[in-house]
């Protein structure tokens, strides 16, 4: 099983639409947890952390649910600006490097 | 406005060649990786050091080594190149103290070997 799992898509949403990413971690110590953006043929950049609590950043809505060990991505209006492909990305305990999920595509379409 | 620097940013390149993927950042940070990354794939780590004269082995078996004599500066090397090779390789950094561990990327190197 992966360590980190994401539904690949491509997830293809009109402008406007809600759409929603979820990604599963297998290791229940896993302490810190993000969204990064990866445009076509660029490097990630990071989205927003994610916290325990849930956090907002305009169109952007991250959650984490640590029963259930899924962490989820929530974009409200979309707009064709949003089309790339999104990383789940999870710290583990200790001094290990960050792990990455597969990515999510995802084409808003005019 | 990049921190972290990589070159070059597209090789092309006949097999058995000697190649070295420059990378460099100016933010002082103890912690830098390189992924490698074929076209519309994941990211797979192949290399990693948290300081000056450590490297380790990423998940993605390489044919690839690394150095890390200066904090800022980690290349990598290939001895003798070959197709197989062909991909982006990026580079990270990231600093201990903010405790986030939040990578930067550079923009990447495109090697073709032919």
């Known amino acids: 099983r992966k360590e980190v799992e994401q539904d690949p898509g491509p997830f293809n949403v009109p402008e406007g639409a809600t759409v929603a990413f979820n990604c599963t971690y297998s290791?229940?110590?896993?302490?810190?947890f993000f969204w990064y953006r990866q445009d076509c043929r660029k490097e990630p950049k990071l989205l927003m952390s994610v916290y325990s609590s849930g956090n907002e950043d305009g169109r952007f809505t991250a959650q984490l649910n640590r029963a259930s060990q899924y962490i989820s991505l929530l974009i409200r209006d979309s707009k064709l600006s949003d089309s790339a492909t999104y990383l789940c990305v999870v710290r583990n305990s200790g001094n290990t490097p960050l792990v990455f999920g597969k990515g999510t595509r995802l084409s808003v379409i005019a | 406005e990049a921190d972290i620097y990589q070159t070059p940013r597209y090789l092309v390149i006949g097999t058995g060649k000697k190649i070295t993927l420059e990378c460099s950042q100016t933010m002082g940070h103890d912690k830098m990786y390189w992924y490698q990354q074929d076209p519309g794939m994941e990211l797979h780590l192949i290399h990693y050091s948290y300081g000056v004269n450590s490297t380790e082995k990423g998940d993605l078996s390489s044919e690839s080594t690394v150095s890390r004599i200066r904090t800022e500066h980690f290349p990598l090397t290939l001895e003798s190149a070959r197709p197989s090779h062909t991909s982006q390789y990026l580079c990270?950094?990231?600093?201990?103290?903010?405790?986030?561990?939040?990578?930067?990327f550079g923009a990447g190197s495109r090697l073709t070997v032919l």
């Open positions: 290791n229940s110590a896993s302490q810190s």
């Open positions: 990270a950094s990231s600093e201990t103290s903010s405790g986030a561990n939040v990578l930067t």
